[in-house]
């Protein structure tokens, strides 16, 4: 097992997150994984009543409506046929749609022993991420784990506050400089540039603003193409030489001329850094004192530079179109900012005074969860909600549709963010609401985003005010995440204009 040069032992301490001590008591070996799950489920389990489903095309099934419009085909079929829906993709190919908090709960908690990332999905996403920390499984997984978990330790993550704030500042600088006189911009590309600057400073020691849009462009690139491959007919190799392929193996080698840099680097410098990047670079396997394979170096970088800045990005990007749609909200939001914060630029230790920022960005995180689907594929035969669950057919569960169940969220499409309220989510249940997913594989990123996301909008909202440029048409588009299509296009004011 890898050890932090520079702690004693990497495993979560007692003030670590919650997700450290989840780990510590949940996680098991992909063998015993196995093993419990074929020894419990299977046999525990009567074969449960086949779930209804779309007929769908006489090969594909719903394949073709997936590819003109997924979100759509998904949400029609929960409509008609309930919680529970059985898709027929094309040949065997079986996915299960399950929408019911409670059997997102079964999944990701409850019997997530049962439960491997789904090899369709996932293995589609290697060729960009290899086997970093999102796509790995078992012995692997919980070894980079339980590495890279101190990286994000809540202390550690509050000591990053300031930079988060002077990022935004240095960026709002430049909005005035550049857009001060009315000229619309792209909120979505800005967004994307200061939350990978963010990821970069922070957590790898150095400013990636230079490589920002060459780094964005090639995230693009490879979302749309594999998302394409997961949503094509024929499963076609990557090694093909057609255009697409061609185009997508340039882009891959541009963000590991990025990450392999950032590596050289750091192992050039020789100097020891507490950041991430060190952490990684200078990790030891116990038994045999070797370092970490560069390869598996490049993949855990990799992760966490993809990882964690487009999410954060798409998830203030939203924010900022639903503010502009609903005055009253911004209003509400920028008073909250002026009470406490009197055009100060806030500090980590302000934000638990700042409730409404915050459950403006869980609200916007509703409506548009930025990892939109998650899937899974059973080991053994499950049933959920009373329906029989095959082993090794896909299961989907999609934050986009829990977010908008009206059992449990009233008048779900409204932007109302004080739904988010204690005495409003009292008695919710815990899976009514899981943009960072749940169980041992919840988002190891997620107080990271969280605090970046509340102190970017409480810095930017109290300085401008952002308005959707005229004639502009704003579609979610549900690649790796749920990105706004051809962006967002604003105009800036000053904020007591
Ligand atoms: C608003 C921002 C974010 C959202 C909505 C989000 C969402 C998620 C979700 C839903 C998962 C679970 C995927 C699954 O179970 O299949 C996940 C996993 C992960 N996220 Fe995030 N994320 C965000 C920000 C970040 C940040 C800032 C980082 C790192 C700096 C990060 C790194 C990761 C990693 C490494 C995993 C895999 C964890 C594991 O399986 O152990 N994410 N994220």
Known sequence: MYQDATRTRFAARPDDLAIGRVLEEEAMSDAEISQSAVGTASDRLPRGRLAPGPRGHVVFGSLPDFRRDILGALFDAWQRHGDVVRFRLGGTIQAYLLVHPDHVAQVLQENHRNYRKDRLTYDRLKPTVGEGLLTSEGDLWLRQRRLIQPAFHRQRIASFGSLMVESTLAMLDRWEARYGD??????????????????????????????????????SFASLHTNRRMQSYFELPLSLPLPGNRRFRREIRA???????????????????????????????????????????????????????????????????????????????????????????????????????????????????????????????????????????????????????????????????????????????????????????????????????????????????????????????????????????????????
């Not at 200061?194 to 230079?210: C, D, M, R, W, Y």
């Not at 850094?273 to 855990?300: I, P, W």
């Not at 055009?343 to 980590?348: L, N, Q």
Request: charged letters at 25%.
């Open 182 to 219: 009315g000229q619309t911009f792209d909120v979505f590309a800005e967004m994307t540039r200061l939350a990978l600057e963010i990821a970069s400073k922070t957590l790898f020691g150095t400013s990636l603003s230079e490589d920002a849009d060459r780094v964005g462009q090639a995230v």
């Open 255 to 497: 963000l590991d001329e990025v990450v392999y840099r950032l590596i050289g680097d750091r192992r050039r410098a020789g100097q020891r850094s507490d950041d991430l990047l060190s952490l990684l670079v200078d990790a030891r396997d116990e038994a045999t004192g070797e370092k970490m394979a560069d390869h598996q170096l490049r993949d855990e970088v990799m992760t966490i530079m993809l990882a964690g800045h487009e999410t954060t990005a798409v998830a203030l990007s939203w924010t900022w179109y639903l503010l502009s749609r609903h005055p009253a909200v911004a209003a509400r939001l920028r008073a909250e900012l002026s009470d406490v914060l009197g055009g100060r630029p806030p500090r980590v230790e302000d934000l638990p005074r700042l409730p409404y920022t915050e459950m403006v960005v869980e609200e916007a995180m509703r409506l548009y969860p930025p990892a939109w689907i998650l899937s899974r594929s059973p080991i053994a035969d499950d049933v959920v909600g009373g329906y029989w669950i095959p082993a090794d057919k896909m299961v989907m569960l999609c934050p986009y549709l829990t977010h908008r169940h009206s059992a449990f969220w009233e008048n779900p499409e409204g932007f109302d963010p004080e739904r988010f309220a204690p005495a409003r989510s009292a008695g919710r249940p815990r899976y009514a609401y899981f943009p960072f997913g749940g169980g041992p594989r919840l988002c190891i990123g997620s107080g990271f985003a969280v605090q970046e996301a509340r102190l970017v909008l409480a810095t930017v909202a109290q300085r401008v005010r952002l308005d959707l440029a005229p004639g502009c048409s704003v579609r979610p588009q549900p690649l790796i995440t749920l990105r706004p299509s051809s962006g967002i296009r604003m105009t800036m004011r000053r904020a007591e204009a």
